[in-house]
């Protein structure tokens, strides 16, 4: 079981910049697999970014590779998304998943954070 809450949105104006933090707790924590998603307002949600359990491995949507940087401190039980150049596009509610180690499937959520980028 992993229980997560996610902080660090707001109101930024385009070519700005964030940082999305991400607290767990939970025994599985450090080895799960954690990624951010997005869900805009008449949209679907969608994949931002994930980093393997020891943080060996990142992978990104085409849409933020180069502007969003996912990393985590399993010392600390913090995942962070930095988040530089921001556009219009990126508007939407922030949401930190953990999967399980072994598992595709991202079974824990957090309640989200709005992020808002004003042109």
């Known amino acids: 079981q992993v229980q997560l809450v996610e902080s660090g949105g707001g109101l930024v104006q385009a070519g700005g910049s964030l940082r999305l933090s991400c607290a767990a707790s939970g025994r599985t924590f450090r080895t799960s697999t954690m990624g951010w998603f997005r869900q805009a307002p008449g949209k679907e949600r969608e994949f931002v970014a994930r980093?393997?359990?020891?943080?060996?491995?990142?992978y990104y949507a085409n849409s933020v590779k180069g502007r969003f940087t996912i990393s985590r401190d399993n010392t600390k039980n913090m995942v962070y998304l930095q988040m530089n150049n921001l556009k219009p596009d990126d508007t939407a509610v922030y949401y930190c998943?953990?999967?399980?180690?072994?598992?595709?499937?991202?079974?824990?959520w957090g309640q989200g954070t709005q992020v808002t980028v004003s042109s």
């Open positions: 998943a953990a999967a399980p180690f072994g598992k595709t499937e991202y079974a824990f």
């Open positions: 980093i393997t359990w020891d943080g060996g491995s990142t």
